[in-house]
């Protein structure tokens, strides 16, 4: 099993640019996150898709965050314009389905993103 | 809103040493309590979960435990290893299934 794959690991761009992000969960599994970590705030959800659905998009922080799920293997994150206070590390995360009492969720490896 | 809370932010210990890590949250209706682990630069790796009906959990040399009413969590380190110092970090999951991470407490094990 590939576990939660990410791209890119790590993105450098400037102020004002978009940046996307990506999450391939892994298979099977029905419930897609994203957080992000700093280290003023530590990890914070995101947002969350069940079977492709967005559930709850109350932690993205502006309008400047938007996510997608177009299918069950793919979902991105984006942010435009993107602003230095939006560098950090942004994980997936993948479930079988959320809701449940044993709802594990596996991590994926980061996108450390640095905003100029 | 549910908080979660992990004292000390930081620990250092002898290798050989038993240790335990405690995690603290605000609301008790949770569904599960997740331990994960993750080391400089990498993602979070998942070490137990609990269900909101059990006590206790065991990996090897790992074992967490849950006392729901009273909101609180430990993780168990048996015969730590220089191999277990990272960053451990604990979760709590709602209805909602939104995660509520602590803070995490990085542990250091001297050889």
């Known amino acids: 099993d590939a576990g939660v794959i990410q791209s890119p690991r790590h993105e450098v761009t400037e102020m004002g640019q978009e940046v996307t992000l990506r999450c391939k969960p892994i298979s099977g599994h029905n419930s897609l996150f994203w957080y992000r970590q700093t280290m003023m705030r530590g990890l914070e959800l995101l947002i969350y898709?069940?079977?492709?659905?967005?559930?709850?998009d109350s932690g993205m922080p502006e309008d400047r965050f938007s996510a997608k799920m177009p299918n069950a293997s793919f979902s991105t994150l984006k942010i435009q314009p993107s602003e230095p206070r939006d560098s950090a590390v942004y994980f997936c995360?993948?479930?079988?389905?959320?809701?449940?009492?044993?709802?594990?969720?596996?991590f994926g490896p980061g996108t450390r993103l640095t905003v100029l | 809103k549910q908080e979660v809370t992990q004292i000390p932010a930081a620990l250092s210990v002898p290798e050989g040493e038993n240790l335990v890590l405690n995690c603290s949250f605000t609301d008790s209706a949770i569904y599960n309590l997740q331990w994960f682990r993750q080391d400089p630069g990498k993602g979070l790796t998942s070490l137990l979960l609990?269900?909101?009906?059990?006590r206790e959990q065991t990996s090897g040399r790992l074992n967490a435990s849950l006392d729901k009413s009273s909101g609180r969590s430990t993780l168990y380190i048996a015969a730590s290893q220089p191999g277990d110092s990272a960053t451990y970090l604990c979760?709590?999951?709602?209805?909602?299934?939104?995660?509520?991470f602590g803070k995490g407490i990085t542990l250091s094990v001297r050889p």
């Open positions: 995360a993948s479930s079988r389905l959320a809701g449940g009492p044993y709802n594990e969720q596996f």
């Open positions: 609990i269900q909101s009906s059990q």
């Open positions: 979760a709590v999951s709602g209805a909602n299934s939104k995660l509520t």
């Open positions: 898709f069940n079977n492709n659905v967005p559930i709850d």
